[in-house]
């Protein structure tokens, strides 16, 4: 995932899929989506027509995913529902927005569609690319977790609106969602709020009670990553460059490619580090290294792959 015109770069990936009914066309005109698995209180059909109303004027106040599909490929119709089901699970922290690129030629053209599922995100209506192809769940969560940290470092923290009504009673969409863990409470409140150092501290101090949370510490890394990555030098990619054992210029690059969304750079850059040093710089950077895996998610493919590397790096 990939940023233009914003003034900190920040982030945003992974399992088989059942096929479900293919979702109807896009309708246009703002209404919400219907059929196949693809509706829910968060879910638009946005035409030619509506496109600046329903996306760009939305994404002021919170972020909109936008879905390039069509009914005649079968990879849309199993990633549409993956999206609808996160969109409801994610209660407004994005709208989606699904685009039938056969129904709409010159606005996938325009967006330069090559082919679909298509996704990507705008914040305050600057295109991020997200990923192309059908993912699994976990794929789509991790890259959706990457673009509201994103949104968060950028200080877009609104929620979006419902746009229509719940899943017709029976669809897998309108199975009830668990009620958020208020032990969380705190710290996501204090993310929603920008309070970056509210949020590190209520972190920690869920971990201090309960070193083992994997949720808590996730969040822990990647607010931190966000901190980390407000004010970077100008010259930070040139004084790495010229001194590839200046760790912290590595690891600060790493940061911002993460943020960026250049997951295998910020992962190849920390391991060359660790192979170009050793003792403590070495095992700073290791560090650094596994708390960026924190960040994108145990499962996803990069860190598994980047794991090996690792292991291999330091054996």
């Given at each position: 995932?990939s940023q233009?015109n914003f ?12 096929k479900?009914a293919?979702?109807p066309p ?12 693809a ?6 059909n946005v ?13 002021i106040?919170s972020?909109?995913v ?6 005649r490929s079968?990879?849309?119709i199993?990633l549409g529902?993956v ?16 685009i039938?690129?056969?129904a ?6 325009a967006?330069?569609?090559?082919s ?8 305050r209506?600057?295109?991020v ?6 993912l699994g ?8 977790d990457q673009?509201l940290t994103?949104a968060?470092?950028?200080?877009i ?9 719940a899943a017709?009673?029976g ?5 009830e969602?668990?009620?958020p863990?208020?032990r969380?409470e705190?710290a996501e409140n ?7 150092d509210g949020?590190?501290?209520a ?7 309960t070193?083992g949370d994997a949720?808590?510490k ?9 901190k ?7 010259d930070?990619?040139?004084r790495?460059?010229d001194n590839?054992t200046d760790?912290?210029?590595q690891?600060?690059?790493a ?15 920390l391991?060359?580090t ?14 650094h290294?596994?708390?960026l ?5 145990a499962?996803d ?8 590397r690792l292991m291999?790096?330091l054996?």
């Amino acid at each position: 995932m990939s940023q233009s015109n914003f003034s900190r770069p920040g982030a945003i990936d992974l399992s088989s899929l059942r096929k479900p009914a293919a979702p109807p066309p896009g309708s246009g005109g703002g209404a919400p989506a219907g059929g196949g698995g693809a509706s829910g209180s968060y879910v638009l059909n946005v035409s030619e027509a509506t496109f600046q109303s329903d996306v760009i004027e939305r994404s002021i106040q919170s972020p909109v995913v936008v879905e390039f599909w069509s009914p005649r490929s079968e990879a849309s119709i199993a990633l549409g529902p993956v999206l609808a089901q996160l969109s409801t699970e994610y209660a407004g922290k994005f709208l989606l927005a699904r685009i039938d690129v056969d129904a709409n030629p010159q606005l996938a053209q325009a967006v330069g569609v090559q082919s679909v599922p298509l996704v990507i995100a705008v914040l305050r209506g600057q295109v991020v690319p997200l990923f192309q192809g059908t993912l699994g769940e976990p794929e789509v969560r991790g890259y959706l977790d990457q673009l509201l940290t994103v949104a968060v470092a950028n200080g877009i923290t609104g929620r979006a609106d419902p746009v229509g009504p719940a899943a017709p009673s029976g669809s897998v969409e309108d199975e009830e969602e668990p009620p958020p863990n208020p032990r969380y409470e705190k710290a996501e409140n204090a993310v929603g709020a920008g309070d970056l150092d509210g949020a590190i501290a209520a972190y920690e101090e869920l971990l201090k009670e309960t070193p083992g949370d994997a949720e808590a510490k996730s969040g822990l890394a990647r607010v931190q990553l966000v901190k980390r990555t407000q004010d970077v030098p100008a010259d930070l990619r040139t004084r790495a460059a010229d001194n590839p054992t200046d760790i912290e210029a590595q690891q600060l690059v790493a940061d911002v490619d993460l943020m960026g969304g250049h997951v295998d750079d910020a992962f190849n850059r920390l391991i060359s580090t660790i192979q170009a040093t050793s003792g403590d710089e070495r095992n700073e950077v290791r560090l650094h290294l596994l708390e960026l895996f924190e960040v994108v998610g145990a499962d996803d493919d990069r860190v598994i792959k980047a794991r090996r590397r690792l292991m291999a790096a330091l054996f």
